[in-house]
């Protein structure tokens, strides 16, 4: 029998685990977000950018969850297995302690892969506990009606796009769309459910207790095997090694593709419409995530994207505003249309849910920037690029030549038309430059003396027109006088000394107008509007930012203690979204790449500094 869940009704309508109250786990394909409560409310099903499955996290009535918990009153607490993307929940009772362990195996065997196999092995380690659980897929956002046969201990649910099999160790009962289940366990005894997606050629599978410690040890194998590649061994280590396997987390094996975050629509202010689909590769985020890797000494990262570049022909684009896009879908398609879906309340009310992302066709002219930045860091600390790929970048720096002195959306992706953004020019200047070094660094062809002509002309209209002499400081837009967090870059991108009287000065004054203890906004939309309503929280990326600026200019115990100050706004896990608001809670997408690798950037260059 078909049912049609698009108006479901969960009991406990209107409650939203807090954003930052999650730990994520994933197989390099996908990623699910697993709440504090024990409650999966995000998991998109075989990718980062399909349909969710389990959306409870955008709509508690209408998205769907995979819940299990005790069902007697608890307490909880949540961490990762160390080293590991396994995550732990446990639950304090007063007849007992349990745990449920949440992983997703890492497989490289195409037919088992294709499985996206999610395990969730409940142990109780202490007395006895009942438990229940619920599984409520809500295919397609919500809006596919899917059929349930229950047989013995598997369940199977159909829905016209997806197919998935619960096998479970526990008992199974079908009650409308969902699946129950009610048990208790005794000190030492353990469940296991396993959601496996089904295709012609993988078919359901059991998994059993002993299979499922198994795969639980190579799980922590790989992930543990993976990390010891890490050659950072500084002050923050705990908190860089959680950013690095985030980062990794983030990746899309198949093709080397990074995602901004595994999430959509996650609000940046509680009830207000800055809400994006952040499952692409945006080049930007994805260029910046090979520095911190590289950095960390992760080269296959780097290579791997470095190939989704080349197979993709990223660099070889033709579209309306240049060679490359801003973004890109994790297998290399350039459309991502952006629609609503208005049947979605939106976390606490916070609508419209979207998917996909129209920021696509904006011009933001500082991914040739970031994007040859990285291509140098790799060519330098990786591999040597091939000379097709020199002969690629050629080309776009040649198209940069003769494009980078035009307005543009800017790196904050405003959408009140195109301005003359001094970021968009630092980040021009940064991709002739880098081109320039490789170049001559390893002797390579290039026409140098026009390269060095655009190179220099930008340096010259920022120091003439991106410096407000009226506000001692550089400023968002040629000719004017707003202060920008994104010029936090000038000392890092190596435009100007960290302690150039000009830029100490910038840094001043972003520090009284921007930054709220360590915490800092990107602008103050009441005098840059942005095309958008309403304001917004404290940019993380910037806050680390302003971390690095600080240590290279010198100034290290401030540094350090925004640094740390920093780090308390961090979850119960050590994950960050995109965006702190105004009584520390996480707002945005969910875990943010962005965040991440900037925690990375300023830890190492911190430690550095501190000697």
Not at 229 to 250: D, F, P, T
Not at 257 to 276: C, D, F, K, M, Y
């Amino acid at each position: 029998m078909a049912f049609d869940t698009t108006g479901f009704e969960q009991a406990d309508s209107g409650r939203y685990v807090p954003i930052s109250e999650h730990g994520l786990i994933g197989d390099l394909r996908t990623a699910a977000l697993v709440g504090t409560n024990g409650t999966i409310d995000w998991y998109c099903c075989p990718r980062f950018d399909a349909p969710s499955v389990f959306g409870s996290i955008l709509d508690a009535d209408r998205g769907g969850s995979f819940e299990l918990a005790a069902e007697v009153p608890t307490r909880t607490r949540q961490f990762y297995f160390p080293d590991t993307n396994v995550l732990i929940t446990r639950f304090f009772a007063a007849d007992g302690v349990a745990e449920i362990q949440d992983f997703m195996p890492v497989v490289d065997e195409s037919r088992e892969a294709a499985r996206h196999r999610l395990i969730r092995r409940v142990v109780c380690v202490r007395g006895a506990l009942p438990f229940r659980a619920r599984i409520a897929p809500r295919f397609g956002y919500g809006t596919e009606k899917h059929t349930v046969h229950v047989e013995g201990h598997t369940a199977v649910f159909r829905s016209p796009s997806l197919t998935l099999a619960l096998t479970a160790t526990a008992p199974l009962e079908a009650q409308g769309p969902d699946v129950w289940s009610h048990f208790k366990l005794l000190e030492g005894e353990s469940h296991v459910f396993a959601l496996d997606r089904l295709v012609d050629d993988v078919p359901p599978r059991a998994c059993p207790r002993a299979e499922a410690q198994e795969q639980a040890d190579a799980t922590v194998r790989f992930w543990r095997h993976w990390l010891a590649g890490s050659r950072y061994h500084g002050r923050w280590r705990e908190m860089v090694n959680r950013s690095a396997l985030v980062l990794k987390l983030l990746t899309y094996a198949p093709t080397g593709a990074i995602v901004a975050a595994p999430t959509t629509s996650l609000p940046e202010q509680i009830g207000g419409g800055r809400n994006w689909d952040y499952r692409y590769v945006w080049v930007r985020d994805a260029a910046f995530c090979v520095y911190a890797m590289l950095r960390l000494g992760f080269t296959s990262e780097a290579e791997a994207f470095m190939g989704f570049i080349s197979e993709r022909g990223i660099l070889r684009g033709t579209g309306e505003t240049g060679p490359l896009q801003i973004m890109y879908g994790i297998d290399g398609r350039t459309e991502l249309p952006e629609r609503e879906l208005p049947h979605l309340e939106g976390y606490l009310g916070s609508a419209p849910v979207r998917v996909g992302n129209a920021a696509t066709g904006q011009l933001q002219l500082d991914i040739y920037g970031a994007l040859i930045d990285s291509i140098y860091l790799y060519d330098k600390w990786g591999q040597p690029i091939s000379s097709d790929r020199w002969d690629e970048v050629g080309a776009v720096v040649d198209w940069l030549c003769e494009n980078w002195d035009q307005p543009d959306e800017g790196v904050w992706e405003t959408r009140a038309g195109r301005r003359n953004f001094v970021y968009s020019r630092l980040m021009c200047w940064v991709a002739l430059e880098r081109a320039m070094r490789m170049a001559n660094r390893r002797g390579l062809p290039a026409d140098l003396t026009r390269w060095r002509e655009s190179r220099d002309a930008i340096y010259r209209q920022i120091m003439r027109r991106g410096w407000s002499a009226e506000r001692e400081a550089f400023v968002q837009g040629l000719d004017g006088d707003v202060l920008d967090a994104s010029l936090l870059m000038m000392p890092m991108a190596k435009f100007i000394s960290p302690i150039d009287p000009k830029w100490l000065s910038t840094l001043d004054a972003l520090t009284a107008d921007l930054v709220s203890d360590s915490l800092v906004y990107r602008y103050d939309p009441a005098v840059s509007p942005d095309g958008l309503r309403g304001p917004e929280g404290t940019f993380s990326i910037c806050s680390f930012w302003y971390v690095e600026a600080l240590a290279r200019a010198g100034r290290l115990e401030e540094a350090r203690l925004a640094f740390e100050k920093m780090l308390t706004y961090a979850n119960h896990l050590g994950l960050f979204a995109e965006e702190i608001g105004p009584t520390g809670e996480q707002l945005g997408n969910f875990p943010q790449a962005f965040t991440h690798l900037s925690l990375i950037s300023a830890a190492f260059n911190l430690d550095r500094a501190l000697g």
